[in-house]
């Protein structure tokens, strides 16, 4: 499908450029090089302005990334001043959707304070937190079929401790199925994939799992020219991957699981422990083990700088040598994510207990070097995985 570009005047701005794409609207002010982008329901996604990039979740939060003296600097707007980014946003698409006379563009028209802040209301009544989710799945259409996580123990982690775990039957997924559905409307052309939700749905038992992709394909989730549930994710405990055989994992496989991610962490037994994560790195390597043979996909996510300079070396040797027997290949990938510890977390608490030397960004890239380093080697051998960052500072949804 192709991408029509108008060319409409709004004074005293000059030419402005509107791209009418198959999965979204991009509004470009070339004097001044800013732009925005919008998605087939009018929802503004972000934009770039004076230098800086902007990001809109659904829940109505603004995320301003821009480059500053120490790097870059990421910072949520507060309500005034995210307010004032969308009116301005909406301001001139409106006005070049008036200036165009597209029908197409009509979507942009009547984003008042009041819609937007309903329309904020309506995906919070629909999604509990949507609280991370892996780099290449920020697109993914996003099904809670669980609620929170199944652990929720991890000192490093506060993404799930506002609610608990809870596993949906098959009716009430087939409603929040319907739901999200009528949320996004034509802008579910712009989701890639689909996510089962939250921290460990995978947990759950394999009839439940069945009924859920039983109810994703009754509901005949579609983007243009594609079928989303042909491409499902997932996180999973790796202490939770021997519930299910290689059979069974084969045939969700065969239903559209295309990769689920895991997070070891570190391959540092140790550090797990301080970390108070279950299981050991050799339950991980087992995991991906059993996955792989079953046809699914995998992603270790690694972190970095987790533990300090006291577990500094050991985390570097024991996670290059777990990966290192995973037999990771193309449509694997290894991401890293540095670590940043929250002030009166779990885990700055153990850390100020045991005395632990936090390590700088310097450091932290350092090591995130160190481990490339040593999967080049296992390299080697033949295809590895894809390798890349995950800084959960990045997430938007």
Request: net charge positive; aromatic share 10%; charged share 25%.
């Amino acid at each position: 499908m192709a991408t029509d570009i108008l060319i409409c005047t709004l004074p005293p701005i000059g030419p402005v450029e509107v791209r009418i794409r198959p999965v979204a609207i991009n509004l470009l002010l070339p004097g001044e090089q800013w732009s925005y982008s919008f998605d087939l329901a009018g929802r503004l996604i972000g934009g770039f302005v004076a230098g800086a990039n902007y990001r809109r979740s659904f829940d109505g939060r603004v995320l301003r990334k821009r480059a500053g003296p120490g790097g870059r600097e990421r910072e949520w707007l507060d309500e005034a001043a995210a307010a004032a980014f969308l009116a301005r946003a909406y301001e001139l698409a409106e006005r070049a959707a008036r200036a165009c006379g597209d029908a197409r563009l009509d979507v942009l028209a009547g984003w008042t304070p009041e819609r937007l802040a309903a329309d904020a209301a309506w995906f919070r009544r629909i999604y509990r937190p949507v609280s991370i989710l892996p780099p290449d799945q920020y697109l993914a259409l996003v099904i809670q079929a669980t609620e929170g996580c199944s652990y929720n123990s991890c000192a490093f982690c506060d993404f799930y401790r506002d609610r608990p775990f809870r596993i949906k039957g098959a009716e009430e997924l087939r409603a929040h199925i319907t739901e999200a559905q009528r949320f996004f409307g034509p802008a579910i052309g712009l989701r890639r994939s689909l996510f089962l939700a939250d921290a460990n749905a995978l947990v759950a038992p394999m009839p439940r799992v069945r009924s859920w992709l039983d109810a994703i394909d009754e509901a005949g989730i579609r983007r243009p020219g594609d079928i989303l549930p042909s491409r499902v994710f997932s996180f999973i405990d790796a202490f939770d991957v021997g519930r299910k055989s290689v059979e069974e994992w084969a045939e969700l496989a065969a239903r559209g699981l295309r990769r689920v991610y895991i997070g070891m962490e570190s391959g540092d037994d140790a550090l797990l422990r301080f970390l108070r994560k279950p299981g050991s790195a050799r339950d991980v390597v087992e995991a991906v083990r059993t996955l792989k043979a079953g046809g699914v996909s995998v992603s270790v996510i690694i972190m970095t700088g987790v533990g300090g300079r006291q577990y500094a070396a050991n985390h570097i040797d024991n996670t290059i040598a777990a990966l290192a027997q995973m037999a990771l290949a193309p449509g694997d990938i290894v991401y890293f994510s540095p670590f940043f510890a929250q002030p009166g977390s779990e885990y700055s608490r153990l850390a100020q207990a045991a005395g632990i030397e936090p390590l700088d960004a310097r450091e932290t890239a350092a090591q995130e070097a160190a481990i490339r380093r040593g999967l080049a080697q296992v390299a080697l051998q033949g295809p590895g995985p894809q390798l890349a960052r995950y800084d959960i500072r990045e997430f938007v949804y």
